[in-house]
């Protein structure tokens, strides 16, 4: 049984990146709801517990919880924040509202000779985001470190492998928080850390094996890097039993459905069963009048699954829909525990009601976009596929803002052919996490050849991001973006006026609905 370390969830903004921290130490981590989390530890026998950060209080009735039994196991346990707080509650701390509430960065002091804390600064910067707090720790447990409004930043009680700390370690903010995490999985749970990437992909492929039989699944392959991986991965699992289907439904970039089916089809590396289905009058006639963003996608979402089914009844019996989901998508749609709902992603929170598949299978959907790409470069598929900027199932629908309309289409497939040409010209692509051209539904006054023209407005995005959870305006030279604009301008019909989107995420997104 390979070492695994449990994360238990109780609903915090963070917690994959907890998992995603504990695997970068070569440690299998994977996510449970607290709802499930002592069946999960009975069955996966995991080398160490971590609880999760939360947004309730632990001193409040029906606040998730769980049962004493876990601090009786004899496996290590670690609480972030809410986790720390319920750790203590439960045995017999006191935790109540703090006079003074800590957000951000944090100088925190730490006693060194503890475990957690070996070759971490005395003083270091850690992220807090707490209203409440320990007032007194449990007995048995002595404090390990301390800020000027908490008396009580980390506990522990060495003895019965329990540690607590009331910050957030696992985020990038927290500039020592991978050491006291790798500290925790080595010098307390004694992992000895062997997972890659590698085990990671040949586990999925037999677990999927297993799961198919003789089977017959169908791949919802978009040619994105997500979906490739999936796709390759399946076909390495169960052969021909693979049917991959590419829905065209009008809304993708220029030139992308050629694109996309001269490497997955019958002129391309793979010997896949490939299916590209023209869907775009369909798509088109269920958005037309529509302008809401969370209607857009559902739309799109259901309109999807729709295709897939009537492609699968063409095939017989088809029992698994495979799709590229990966986590972002999924704490994004509202549908990773108790996280708000940012945007409903199509392939998770826009699904409709009733699918007619026995089971989706989403073989990368606890993992981050730059783990996807390994997976995939372990899988060998080539650095060009592996390495492409993201674009969104329901794409250019949500980078239209408001109605779609064919000639909208147009006009953003074109700018956004430019500015892509462009960056790749002036050697940025490598830089950059993801870069597009957006419609905005703003028209303006403009003047062109002595006319007046009233017209539309384009906005260019370029961001840089490794997990796209979090993203960065990307600081690109001024001459590329006039260059950009007056071809714009120039070639393309009805738009009069370019703007660069400076904005990072938070507080905006990545896309623009
Ligand atoms: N045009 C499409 N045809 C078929 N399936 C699609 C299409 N667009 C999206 N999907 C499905 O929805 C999933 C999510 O889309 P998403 O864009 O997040 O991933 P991707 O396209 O695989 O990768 P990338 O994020 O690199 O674009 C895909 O993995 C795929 O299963
Ligand atoms: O498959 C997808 N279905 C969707 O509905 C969707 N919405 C956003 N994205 C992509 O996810 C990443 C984060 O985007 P946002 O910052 O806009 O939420 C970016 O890479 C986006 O392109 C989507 N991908
Ligand atoms: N981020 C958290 O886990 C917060 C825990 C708890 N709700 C508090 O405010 O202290
Ligand atoms: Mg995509």
Known sequence: MAETILVVDFGGQYNQLIARRVRECHVYSEIVSYTKAMEAIREKKPAGIIFTGGPNSVYLEDSPSISTEVFELGIPVLGICYGSQLMMHLLGGHVCVAPEREYGKTEVNVDTKSKLFQGVSEKTICWMSHNDYIEKAAPGFTISAYTTNCPVAAMEWPERNLYAVQFHPEVLHTQEGTKMLSNFVYNVCGCKGEWTMDSFVEKSIEAIRAKVGDGKVLCALSGGVDSSVAAVMLAKAVGKQLTCVFVDHGLLRKNESEEVCSVFGPEGPYDLNFICVDARQRFYDKLKGVEEPEKKRKIIGEEFIRVFEEEAKKIGTVDFLVQGTIYPDVVESGAGGESTVIKSHHNVGGLPDYVDFKEIIEPLRDLFKDEVRNAGRQLGIPE?????????????????????????????????????????????????????????????????????????????????????????????????????TSRIVNEVPHINRVMYDCTGKPPATIEFE
């Open 384 to 484: 060009y596929l592996v390495s492409r900027q993201p674009f969104p199932g329901p794409g250019l629908a949500i980078r239209i803002i408001g109605e779609v309309t064919e000639e909208k289409i147009k006009m953003v497939q074109d700018a956004d052919a430019i500015w892509r040409e462009e960056i790749a010209a002036a050697g940025e692509d490598k830089n950059l996490g993801q870069y597009f051209a957006a419609l905005t539904n703003m028209r303006s006054v403009g003047v062109m050849g002595d006319e007046r023209t009233y017209d539309y407005a384009v906005a260019l995005r370029a961001v840089t991001t490794t997990d796209f959870m979090t993203a960065e305006p990307a600081y690109l030279p001024w001459d590329l973006i006039a260059k950009v």
